[in-house]
Nanobody, 125 residues
């Protein structure tokens, strides 16, 4: 059974930074694509970023490209999301996800089969 545990969320002001972490256990982490998604109150879940199995390729949603960076450490079984220049519209619960279906970048929620419990990010103006 895979467990994904996010951490690093919090309350920040616009323009500040946060780094989210997601620690994985229970399955070979290094074989799988990983992703970050978010969901704001009253809105559908949306894709944020994804990274392939060895960290050599990443893909971002247009709304975060140039501000957010996804990375992974296959020794620590952890994926990160560095979020810079945060905006109030980035406020959401952020979820990490693992795709056991693919080693390569994936941007659709249905392509992921394990999800964390989420961590709240709130950006005040």
């Amino acid at each position: 059974q895979v467990q994904l545990v996010e951490s690093g969320g919090g309350l920040v002001q616009a323009g500040e930074s946060l780094r989210l972490s997601c620690a994985a256990s229970g399955r070979t982490f290094s074989s799988n694509a990983m992703g970050w998604f978010r969901q704001a109150p009253g809105k559908e879940r949306e894709f944020v970023a994804t990274i392939n199995w060895n960290g050599g390729n990443a893909y971002y949603a247009g709304s975060v490209k140039g501000r957010f960076t996804i990375s992974r450490d296959n020794v620590k079984n952890t994926v990160y999301l560095q979020m810079n220049s945060l905006r109030p519209e980035d406020t959401a619960t952020y979820y990490c996800a693992m795709s056991t279906l693919s080693r390569y970048v994936r941007s659709k929620g249905h392509e992921y089969d394990y999800w964390g419990q989420g961590t709240q990010v709130t950006v005040s103006s």
